[in-house]
């Protein structure tokens, strides 16, 4: 009998951000993590090979505040992923989670990402390694399918090996990955949305958990998803837009709303600690550009955190600059 890969508690899934690729590193967690105490975060995609031979001080930074938190593994090599797995869960992430939906080229090229949708028993035993090498929970993102598989029971059968693995829950980015002639920016928009297969698996395997992924753009359309499936996971909207991300949390999980103000100054301890190891400012603004997005000041907010956080020497101090010039627009308006 394989293991089964720990549960997650229902809470700790209702709403999580997506990895993403140069965007959710360290520095945009910790931001995330001011903003909604309860989502659950992903790193950028990291392969199995660069976590055992690369430079991990770098690659798995993690600040304390980020829990709960999930490494997000890329790669298709058992014995690689399990040891992956093994030191992400020693570096302390709460969840090890394997990418099967992500199509460029270069990943291609390696087998991994979405085209491994193709390839179910290597998943699963991928999976089953994982599992046995950490005693966090392992689970997988994946797509309904690759370029023109649109039969049902291909997806489920995908699903049912890796969880005949122990692999209990799932992140599904409701739509397929075009394998040729598109890039991944237009493969997270041109191939067609079905929520209804996520809600779909949820129903024919309640025992699973499942959370859909995939255009959610407001805090209506997450919320709908809450009814058919156990949590939302946002991407682009939250990094755009991440005074979503609070509104979300607060609706779904209680607190009191605050101002997107208070909310950066709150991040302000953060900033400094990493100002005096030597990080410069303009790794760690480049985040919160969308916390004023279409709020009177937003663009002047945007300007000058833009223009002036790559000077040396810049500090928290542009930070109360950008944030003085949005209250006097919002007074002004
Ligand atoms: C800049 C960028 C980088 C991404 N990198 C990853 C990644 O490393 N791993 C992954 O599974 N998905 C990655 N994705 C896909 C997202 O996780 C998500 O599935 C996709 O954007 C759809 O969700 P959304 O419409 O809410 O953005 C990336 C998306 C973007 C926009």
């Given at each position: ?161 890796i969880a005949d693995a122990g692999c209990r829950m799932f992140v599904v980015h409701a739509r397929n990955a075009w394998l040729q002639g ?152």
């Open positions: 009998m394989p293991s089964v890969s720990p549960a997650i508690a229902a809470d700790a899934l209702r709403l999580s951000v997506a990895p993403m690729m140069d965007w959710t590193d360290s520095h945009c967690r910790a931001f995330h993590r001011v903003l909604a105490p309860h989502a659950r975060l992903y790193t950028e995609m990291v392969h199995a090979n660069a976590v055992i031979h690369g430079d991990r001080a770098r690659l798995l930074a993690m600040d304390p505040s980020e829990h709960p938190v999930a490494l997000q593994l890329g790669g298709s090599e058992p014995g690689l992923l399990a040891q992956a797995a093994r030191i992400g869960a020693d570096a302390g992430f709460d969840e090890i989670n394997l990418n099967c939906g992500c199509p460029s080229d270069r990943v291609q090229a390696g087998r991994f990402g979405a085209c491994l949708m193709r390839e179910p028993q290597l998943v699963a035993e991928s999976v089953a390694a994982m599992i046995e090498a950490c005693n966090v929970p392992v689970t997988v993102k994946c797509r309904l399918g690759v370029d023109d598989d649109h039969e049902w029971n291909r997806f489920l059968a995908f699903i049912d090996a598109l890039s991944p920016k237009e493969n997270r928009e041109v191939p067609p949305l079905r929520y209804d297969w996520a809600y779909r698996l949820k129903a024919e395997r309640p025992e699973l958990q499942v959370v859909v992924n995939g255009g959610i753009a407001d805090a209506v359309e997450a919320r709908a998803h809450l009814d058919r499936v156990d949590g939302a996971m946002l991407g682009r909207a939250a990094y755009h837009t991440p005074y979503l991300l609070h509104e979300l949390d607060v609706a779904w999980f209680g607190g009191e709303l605050q101002s997107r103000g208070g909310l950066l100054r709150a991040y302000r301890p953060y900033i400094e600690a990493q100002l005096e190891r030597g990080v410069q400012l303009k790794h760690i603004v480049r985040h919160v550009l969308g916390l004023f997005s279409g709020q009177p000041g937003g663009r002047g907010f945007r300007q000058v955190l833009s223009e002036g956080a790559h000077k040396p020497g810049a500090g928290w101090s542009l930070v109360e600059r950008a944030l003085a010039l949005t209250e006097r627009e919002r007074e002004a308006a």
